[in-house]
């Protein structure tokens, strides 16, 4: 039985893969980018996994301030395009914004999430994501969640700390008006959004869509949002 936390009064969300649903428009997107420009090319079934696992390291790069946005994007599509052995696109901008144009038209939100949004009025609320805050923004604007979920706070706007740094959750929970022992963070990174705000102490809830496997010592595990309301408690 998974006992409830109390003394709750705020609650953080990952976005990516909590709230937003990145793989499902990232995934066919990149396949859909390949396929264009590369037709018929014989890896194409394993471009969504190569684009995934070149995210980790060149957003670590952005975010450790080694390189700007931008950058991090020319050396992604520069690094698929040598595991691919492909040329690299002429105008890594134009290319990249060609990618980003198929993502955004398939931004979704999971289908827990409103409803599980529409039970939390009591909280104040708040996203707390690694991405790019005007990205991030977009995202949240265009699954409706808008002025429902509080801020969405980033490294940009966190005075450059990211998950899972501890001054970033407590910065986060400061924005909420609220000690770090008041806010429970919820999403589906454990590194990120599970183990790193202990530290500070921020309570957290993984979210664990795929429901493969138990949580760290002490965390409550749910499979989907719909579980959180009877977890959290003023």
């Given at each position: 039985?998974?006992?409830?936390?109390?003394?709750?009064?705020?609650?953080?969300?990952?976005?990516?893969?909590?709230?937003?649903?990145?793989?499902?428009?990232?995934?066919?997107?990149?396949?859909?980018?390949v396929t264009a420009r590369h037709p018929g090319h014989p890896r194409l079934a394993e471009v969504a996994a190569l684009w995934a696992a070149l995210?980790?390291?060149?957003?670590?790069?952005?975010?450790?301030?080694?390189?700007?946005?931008?950058?991090?994007?020319?050396?992604?599509?520069?690094?698929?395009?040598?595991?691919?052995?492909?040329?690299?696109?002429?105008?890594?901008?134009?290319?990249?914004?060609?990618?980003?144009?198929?993502?955004?038209?398939?931004?979704?939100?999971?289908?827990?999430?409103?409803?599980?949004?529409?039970?939390?009025?009591?909280?104040?609320?708040?996203?707390?994501?690694?991405?790019?805050?005007?990205?991030?923004?977009?995202?949240?604007?265009?699954?409706?969640?808008?002025?429902?979920?509080?801020?969405?706070?980033?490294?940009?706007?966190?005075?450059?700390?990211?998950?899972?740094?501890?001054?970033?959750?407590?910065?986060?929970?400061?924005?909420?008006?609220?000690?770090?022992?008041?806010?429970?963070?919820?999403?589906?990174?454990?590194?990120?959004?599970?183990?790193?705000?202990?530290?500070?102490?921020?309570?957290?809830?993984?979210?664990?869509?795929?429901?493969?496997?138990?949580?760290?010592?002490?965390?409550?595990?749910?499979?989907?949002?719909?579980?959180?309301?009877?977890?959290?408690?003023?």
């Open positions: 039985m998974i006992v409830p936390l109390t003394g709750v009064k705020g609650i953080l969300f990952d976005l990516d893969g909590t709230l937003f649903d990145h793989r499902g428009a990232a995934d066919p997107a990149i396949t859909e980018w995210e980790v390291p060149y957003l670590a790069m952005w975010q450790a301030g080694r390189c700007t946005v931008e950058e991090q994007r020319r050396l992604r599509l520069t690094a698929l395009s040598r595991e691919l052995d492909v040329p690299a696109p002429a105008d890594l901008d134009a290319a990249y914004a060609e990618f980003a144009a198929r993502y955004r038209r398939n931004w979704t939100a999971y289908p827990d999430v409103a409803e599980t949004v529409a039970g939390l009025g009591g909280f104040a609320l708040g996203v707390l994501t690694n991405g790019a805050q005007r990205v991030q923004e977009d995202k949240v604007r265009a699954i409706g969640l808008d002025g429902l979920v509080g801020p969405v706070l980033t490294g940009e706007v966190l005075d450059g700390c990211f998950k899972p740094a501890p001054a970033c959750y407590t910065s986060a929970a400061a924005a909420l008006g609220l000690a770090p022992g008041e806010v429970v963070l919820v999403g589906d990174d454990v590194d990120r959004d599970v183990t790193g705000p202990a530290v500070t102490g921020m309570r957290s809830i993984w979210l664990d869509r795929l429901g493969i496997e138990p949580a760290p010592a002490g965390h409550p595990r749910i499979t989907s949002l719909t579980e959180l309301p009877r977890l959290v408690q003023a």
